[in-house]
């Protein structure tokens, strides 16, 4: 037991759980252990059904070890998380986002962010590019402000930019890897394919244009690794500036070891060869020594096994190649149990829904499940009853809970904190923790010093919240910083921007957020300073090089 923890899961690392490591078909006894506790402990808060002879799972085993493993097989912390984008799910109804986004602004989001090449790597997990260098960080700022779009069909608060990033993640898993599952020539066909590899081309860019753009990559980031977890597998990062392998070096002690196995810092000379160990030549950009003609912005180029595997409906050419209409698509069964590609959206206002090809699934390979989130499917009597007893237990524990707070907490004042109120909201107290508390006097009166009556008006009448009125202190004059103090912290602003500057490499992709506990400070905003950008990559390198010196041995 003692290569074990207290929840059963290896502690021996299963080489960073990369595919097909740590996938369905793939799991060592303690891994499997974890996933059916998981299970158990979903099914228990209503948030998963295993199925049975008439309805499929609510989530294939693949969705669920998404969790497990951003969690290090933690049940409890999986579960959490899971929830939690369950929940997100379906206050955002991203069911129907994804079916109803109109497809140019659609279109418009997918040039902002890494882009599918329609290939994938030797062992059919899709490859995607993301030119940053190609971005105007003026292009950005507007789509980021833009208002949001009247075609918006969903009910929530949440920024229209955002709505339209989900929605490419909707993409990635409700089409890109379920086709990408279900190509039979493939190695290690007894897993589905749950993830993506990326280039992340750096080609060009200063450090003030990486930093302008740092907000709209964490986008990516913060989404990813909240909802989307372990979806990235490989990144490979290329055209780095001449000081982001001395910062990457200095500064990945701060993220997951996991994290770092991914990433492959590389340089020009090594690039081509490098990117031929994982993806065949045919099968990556020309601009990084492989044979694909396919450039950041074009619609995929889809790769020759893809094309002969499906069944076209459609026949949509790009530069003499095949590839697939603007907008989302996503799979369905028909009746024969086929995939169908359907492209959806809208489309000049209407709703797109039309069958661009079809695909027959070989029983060698393990299919994905067509959603990321809950398949929705009617349960059966006795699990819909075991559900609501489950929901009316937490909603009556919650009530309970409650009912505390306003018991011993602040919600409601105490009894003797007030004895009245006006008579116009006298009619008000039903239902309300002043009920029945004032029947004469109104409002509360008392006597002073002078034996006088004074009446009690309070902010905390009905239908109000408690007003807290705190003196206002004097107004002093700050000291302002000495020419020292203002030096150092112009330094100081320098170490953490150049802190960050690995994080926004990785948020182009969705990992900024999996830094390790203790450097939380890594990932947190910097206070920007026009000074600091401005700084070129040799200031920026000289700099962290004076600081990463070694000091000389105290005798």
Known sequence: MENQRADGADLTRVNSYQWPSGHVAHLTEGQLGALARFKKICQEKGYYHPGDDKIPPTHDDETLLRYLRARKFVTQEAFTQFKDTEDWRKEHQLDKLYDTIDIHEYDQTRRLYPQWTGRRDKRGIPFYVYEIGDLDPK??????????????????????????????YENLCRFILPMCSAIPDRPHGETPI????????????????????????????????????????????????????????????????????????????????????????????????????????????????????????EDIELNGHRTLPIGPIRWEYDENGDLMAMAVGTENGKPRRRVIAGLHPEPTVAPLALSPGRVDAPLSHTASQQHSTATANMASSDLENNAEACTNGTPSPAAASRAGTSSTKFAQQDGTHAHGQLADGTPQQHRDARGERQAVVEPNTVGQAPKEHPMKEPDFEEPQPSMMEQAKDMAGQAVEQAKGLPTTVMSAVGMGGQTTEGSKEATEARKEDPAIDRMDGRNVEEFLRSQTKSKPEQT
Do not use: C
């Not at 918006?152 to 339209?164: D, F, G, I, V």
């Open 194 to 313: 749950s993830q993506s590899n990326n280039i992340v081309d750096m080609s060009g860019v200063g450090f003030q244009k990486l930093w302008n753009l740092r907000s709209h990559m964490s986008d990516a980031s913060k989404l990813a690794t909240a909802h989307y977890p372990e979806t990235l597998d490989r990144i490979f990062v290329v055209g780095a500036p001449s000081y982001f392998p001395t910062v990457w070096g200095w500064v990945q002690k701060w993220f997951d070891p996991i994290t770092v196995s991914k990433i492959f810092i590389l340089s020009p000379k090594d690039m081509a060869s490098t990117l031929s160990k994982y993806v065949d030549k045919d099968n990556f950009p020309k601009k990084y020594g492989g044979n694909l003609d396919w450039k950041f912005g074009d619609m995929p180029n889809l790769e020759p096994a893809i094309v002969k595997s499906m069944r076209w409906k």
């Open 139 to 168: 292009e950005v700022s507007v789509y980021s402000n833009s208002k949001d779009s009247k075609k918006q069909s969903t009910n929530t608060k949440t920024p229209w930019r955002m709505l339209k990033l989900f929605a490419l």
